[in-house]
């Protein structure tokens, strides 16, 4: 699979990173139940078989339970793989979130995130969310310490403003940002993108299939197949009208995918690679069966034709989410 430089850094990603959220199994923002043995068959067979040369996980992923499931899976591997994981995130006892940037709360999630994987430094480390923001600064300077300490060798923020990054990298240089971006959140080409390319900060970006929504299997009626603690009935994608909206989108990229020779997910990873700016996006699995499918998107590049297409496609479905029709 190809790579591409993580901004400054000596790091190399290949184009897909295996997203590691939904193999948590239940918690607050969970995907529903998960089987462990197939969360751990499809790690290993994304870094083994599919040619994905890093991992992205967190503490909160299932309030432990991902990273435990990765350290799992390294044991088994023929070579190691960059780790990418986060800070900034506890749990209660009801497995709810609880942010914390206290910069003794992120030394202890580090050494225990460094315990679960089982390894002995953590690649790329990452302030998941800016939450609280008064905090970031003091989060930061622990970051650094981490790095000084050769507990981690680079940082970066997730879910970070231009605003944020500009405060923090005041105390140490932002050397990577991950943030949502897809057909449906497309809010990071504004001014983001730029600001990055210019800062040299590496974009590894998260969600390019939508929660699922963009890979063609979502129907009406098939919705309320969701486990009821799934977290994505709780969010605006999940509702009308943009649910409709983007079934409608969908069934209009299935001949521009069809044309091309790959699915709809292909389809939609390739197309937030097609920005020279973002490194790696990262895709989540939870069988094997699921990377195997849509590893082969880090190869595939789209011809400025389609893109415009593509774009067309994606105004109209914007236009009936405006006028609220479904």
């Known amino acids: 699979m190809k790579t591409r430089r993580l901004g400054s850094t000596d790091l190399e990603f290949t184009t897909i990173g295996l997203g590691t959220w939904a193999i948590g199994g239940p918690w607050e923002v969970g995907w529903g139940p998960q089987d462990d043995s197939q969360a751990i068959r499809a790690i290993i067979t994304a870094i083994d ?3 994905i040369n890093w991992i992205d996980t ?3 992923y299932g309030c432990g339970h991902s990273e435990h499931l990765v350290g799992i899976a390294l044991r088994q591997m023929r070579s190691r793989p960059l780790i990418a994981t986060k800070c900034g995130m506890l749990w209660n006892e009801r497995k709810e979130r609880v942010f914390c940037l206290e910069p003794q709360s992120i030394r202890n999630e ?3 995130s460094l315990r679960r994987l089982g390894i002995d430094v953590i690649d790329l480390y990452q302030i ?3 939450i609280p923001e008064e905090k970031i600064e003091w989060a930061w ?7 000084d300490k050769g507990l981690v060798r680079h940082i970066g923020v997730s879910n970070f403003t231009i ?3 500009e405060r923090i990298a005041k105390i140490h240089p932002v050397e990577s940002l991950q943030p949502q971006y897809n057909m449906l959140h497309r809010q990071i080409e504004q001014e983001v993108l730029a600001y990055c390319k210019e800062n040299q900060i590496g974009v590894i970006t998260y969600s390019p299939l939508a929660r699922g929504l963009l ?3 979502f129907t009406k009626e098939n919705l309320s197949d ?3 603690d799934d977290h994505r009935l709780r969010i605006d994608d999940f509702k009308e009208p943009q649910f409709s909206a983007t079934l409608q989108m969908v069934e209009n990229l299935r001949p521009v995918a069809r044309q091309l020779g790959i699915t709809l997910a292909q389809l939609a990873i390739a197309w937030v690679l097609r920005r020279p700016e973002i490194t790696s996006a990262i895709v989540g699995a939870r069988s094997p069966d699921q990377i195997r499918q849509t590893a082969p998107a880090g190869n595939v590049e789209l011809p400025p034709e389609v893109v415009d297409q593509i774009e067309q496609i994606i105004q109209q479905r914007q236009r009936l989410v405006g006028t609220g029709k479904d």
């Open 58 to 60: 967190a503490p909160i």
């Open 226 to 228: 969701l486990a009821p």
């Open 110 to 112: 580090c050494y225990d």
């Open 163 to 165: 605003e944020q990054m």
């Open 128 to 130: 998941h969310r800016p």
């Open 49 to 51: 078989e599919c040619g």
């Open 215 to 217: 890979i063609g299997k």
């Open 141 to 147: 300077e622990e970051l650094t310490r981490l790095k």
